[in-house]
């Protein structure tokens, strides 16, 4: 747990400024700083830089964030990730950090080993003729084969004694480089094979994936796991798909390093691979990070319908709102190399463009194990989907699953929630009288956005009805209560509040806040107008609530502290 006092002080010492500029160029607009957003295609720019509130907010597609927010969304990290990357560049050091002093030098130095691998790799490939003339039939250029680092590991036993001056050094084994045999003796992973490097949202080599030149097995090695490297957190070709993920909004999802290759020589340049292992639920998050659309692609035999089954699976959980997941299953005896080769990428962009729904995947693939012409199949059927919709975390979808799987078993949709332990869908509908007029809460969250220190004179007991408003300025009031001087900016507040119900409504005020922000010299007197707009509401609620009471009861029916304010009141409207 990463505490936020830590927090607060990274986002002080970290300009957003210069760093979404070291990705994406900003020019100065105003107060702000604009671009074209790196997350949608636009030609006019609408992603805009806050140097004075550190956020980014764009008014094209809604993505908003801070420093943080920004690495998560651009290089696909978690937010522990994104943290660790900012730390280092601020000079920071985790607080977790504090019990492993030695672990930053060493994961330094085990990069620096794997950048001299590549670079040694990359080097012997120009002068092996057979690695070169099985790369050029199988149709990759010289241009793709720089794009992604393809390098070349020689037959010999002890190849990298020649690139590294201490070929027996602890570093190039923990770094997965190096074996040591049962024997004691010392040898090469990788042996005659074209090397593929493994790069990080950061740019750093962490793995490798070798392919066989011939019919030797396995076909494809990886780096073992080690301090740099997890497989089931990375993918192969992110950093070199990342400009046709924002182009295309859509992410394939294809098994091997030669496929994300030869898709990208043939002009599909938005695939990526798992490294010789079934997706993840991290893989699908880091992924969906990227792109609304994910798009997996197996061949067409038995193997990779079951591999489609296990994405499927480990997407439930994971699968947002508004994101989607789509499945191609190829014609057998093709994968997407040989595919995209021979039918080109028109063809394989179509069945891309029209992959199979993962509801459809799921019913179809439930329907095949059950006899649906019978009621024992009927209901084995919903036996089947029941942990399948417990997982799914999407309502939207989940409802829709249920009326499908209520058509094909013959139950009806509440039967079916009632089988399966799922509560009704259905949201309800707030009461009216308790969503006040926006045109008083609003303009108060963003007084608070832009000066938060203001949320000490806040009369709380003033505010309005249960709006998200409302509920949103509680929140950051209490925040002020908790928190000493300074207070924390807009910045920390939105990482505070992340994934809270509330960052909805602070974002879009955020967002009103930065195309019309208040001159500071106005603050505090538009915060004094609103406070007694505020009271004023409070007085014609507490009048109102006394009148209806009077009305019912008289007069003598209301207390005396009651019988003191309704006259009082009553005497100021005569």
């Known amino acids: 747990m990463i505490p936020e006092s830590f927090i607060q002080e990274l986002l002080h010492r970290i300009d957003i400024v210069d760093l979404v500029d070291a990705y994406v160029p900003l020019r100065k607009a105003g107060a702000n700083y604009a671009a074209c957003c790196p997350f949608h295609s636009e030609k006019t720019p609408s992603f805009t830089v806050s140097p004075s509130k550190q956020f980014y907010h764009c008014f094209g597609c809604g993505a908003h964030g801070t420093a943080i927010g920004f690495l998560m969304e651009y290089s696909g990290q978690g937010f522990v990730e994104a943290v660790k990357e900012l730390a280092a560049r601020a000079g920071m050091r985790l607080p977790e950090d504090d019990a492993k002093p030695h672990d930053g030098p060493r994961i330094q130095a085990l990069t620096e080993i794997m950048a001299s691998a590549a670079k040694y790799y990359y080097e012997q490939l120009k002068c092996s003729e057979k690695a070169i003339v099985y790369l050029r039939q199988r149709g990759v250029s010289g241009e793709i084969a720089r794009k992604f680092s393809i390098g070349y590991a020689p037959e010999a ?16 084994q923990q770094a997965g480089l190096v074996l040591r045999g049962e024997q004691g003796r010392l040898y090469d992973r990788f042996r005659d094979r074209v090397m593929f490097p493994i790069v990080n949202p950061k740019g750093e080599i962490i793995a490798f994936g070798g392919r066989v030149l011939g019919a030797g097995e ?9 301090p740099l490297f997890e497989k089931g957190r990375e993918v192969f070709g992110l950093p070199q798909a990342r400009q046709a993920l924002r182009d295309k909004n859509t992410v394939i999802v294809v098994e091997g390093y030669m496929d994300v290759v030869a898709l990208a020589q043939h002009g599909v340049g938005n695939a990526v691979a798992t490294l010789g292992t079934a997706t993840t639920a991290i893989h699908v998050q880091k992924l969906l990070r990227q792109a609304d659309r994910l798009v997996f692609c197996f061949d067409g035999d038995a193997a990779g319908r079951k591999a489609g089954w296990r994405a499927l699976e480990n997407s439930l959980e994971v699968l947002p709102e508004q994101k989607m997941i789509g499945f191609v299953f190829l014609p057998e005896a093709d994968d997407p190399d040989s595919f995209v080769r021979r039918q080109g990428a028109e063809a394989f962009e179509r069945l ?18 059950c006899d649906m012409t019978s009621a024992e199949g009927r209901a084995k059927l919903v036996a089947e989907a029941k942990p399948l919709l417990g997982r799914l975390q999407t309502p939207l979808l989940r409802l829709q699953l249920v009326k499908r799987l209520a058509e094909a078993s013959g139950f009806s949709q509440p039967e079916v929630e009632r089988l399966c332990d799922l509560k009704p869908v259905a949201r309800a509908s707030p009461a009216r009288a308790s969503r006040p007029a926006p045109s008083l809460l609003r303009p108060l969250l963003r007084l608070l956005l832009q000066k938060p220190e203001l949320a000490r004179r806040v009369p709380l007991e003033a505010l309005p009805g249960h709006s998200e ?19 924390p900016g807009y910045a920390a507040l939105l990482e505070r509040l ?7 409504v602070l974002r879009e005020a955020a967002a009103e806040l930065m195309r019309q922000p208040y001159a500071e010299d106005d603050i505090d007197a538009e915060f004094s107008g609103v406070v007694e707009r505020l009271r004023e509401g409070e007085r014609k609620r507490l009048f109102a609530q006394l009148q209806e009471k009077a009305a ?13 304010h309704y006259l009082r009141m009553l005497g100021r409207r005569a």
């Open 352 to 369: 891309v463009a029209q992959a199979m729904p993962l509801s459809e995947f799921l019913l179809r693939e439930l329907a095949a194990r």
């Open 157 to 172: 036993w002890q190849n990298l004694a020649s690139a590294f001056a201490d070929y027996s050094a602890a570093g190039l």
């Open 552 to 564: 019912r009861l008289g007069v003598t029916g209301l207390s005396g502290e009651e019988k003191e």
């Open 218 to 226: 396995p076909k494809y090695l990886n780096s073992p796991e080690t």
């Open 469 to 487: 408003e409302a509920r949103a300025i509680v929140r950051l009031c209490g925040m002020a209560a908790e928190s000493g001087d300074p207070m």
């Open 498 to 504: 992340r994934g809270s119900e509330d960052e909805t």
